[in-house]
T-cell receptor, first 110, second 114 residues
Framework: EDQVTQSPEALRLQEGESSSLNCSYT??????LFWYRQDPGKGPEFLFT???AGEEKEKERLKATLTKKESFLHITAPKPEDSATYLC???????????FGTGTSLTVIP | GAVVSQHPSWVICKSGTSVKIECRSL??????MFWYRQFPKQSLMLMAT?????????EQGVEKDKFLINHASLTLSTLTVTSAHPEDSSFYIC??????????FGPGTRLTVT
């Protein structure tokens, strides 16, 4: 069965303490992997799309990487405003349905 | 970036009534729109996929007669929750897809059925 698993479920960091979030997937035939940020009571905000293994994308303190089995979202020197739930989703070659992970809730403490 | 709006942002209704939620893509024409629901501290669950001018495709377990989806134009899709009950209370989120498979999400609608 196709699955998207995110770890850890929750992460607390001190401001400036870098870390990584993991998204493992087992879908057959990946068309794309997507990272979103979701604040409480709001819709997900698009961050990155990765299409092939080895690809990397950066935006401010965030960097997303992709292998054939997983993706990492690296957060460098996080700030309290980076606190949110980070969701990853995968899109298969067949169809247009996104499979979402359950997210990682990140809290950055000042 | 692409902007998607939803209206209303929150709604409270009585059990047995119907509620309509609008989803609009403001600065692009969406080939496909998606409707999700999200329970507290859980991820998004896809309810249905709709393409402009055609019937929506519902996911398994989602009642098409209860959750009516209309996709009348390339910028507007509506979700109507018919004869709402307390168990329908949830956070409903739409998304719109541009040609590059990326989905852009609306801000969500909080539905509370009393």
């Amino acid at each position: 069965e196709d699955q998207v698993t995110q770890s850890p479920e929750a992460l607390r960091l001190q401001e400036g303490e870098s870390s990584s979030l993991n998204c493992s997937y087992t879908v057959s035939g990946l068309r794309g992997l997507f990272w979103y940020r979701q604040d409480p009571g709001k819709g997900p905000e698009f961050l990155f799309t990765l299409y092939s293994a080895g690809e990397e994308k950066e935006k401010e303190r965030l960097k997303a990487t992709l292998t054939k089995k997983e993706s990492f979202l690296h957060i460098t020197a996080p700030k309290p405003e980076d606190s949110a739930t980070y969701l990853c989703a995968v899109l298969q070659n067949t169809g247009n349905q996104f499979y979402f992970g359950t997210g990682t809730s990140l809290t950055v403490i000042p | 970036g692409a902007v998607v709006s939803q209206h209303p942002s929150w709604v409270i209704c009585k059990s047995g009534t119907s509620v309509k939620i609008e989803c609009r893509s403001l600065d692009f024409q969406a080939t496909t729109m998606f409707w999700y629901r999200q329970f507290p501290k859980q991820s998004l669950m896809l309810m249905a996929t709709s393409n402009e001018g055609s019937k929506a495709t519902y996911e398994q377990g989602v009642e098409k007669d209860k959750f009516l989806i209309n996709h009348a134009s390339l910028t507007l899709s509506t979700l109507t929750v018919t004869s709402a009950h307390p168990e329908d209370s949830s956070f409903y989120i739409c998304s719109a897809s541009l040609f590059s498979y990326e989905q852009y999400f609306g801000p969500g609608t909080r539905l509370t059925v009393t």
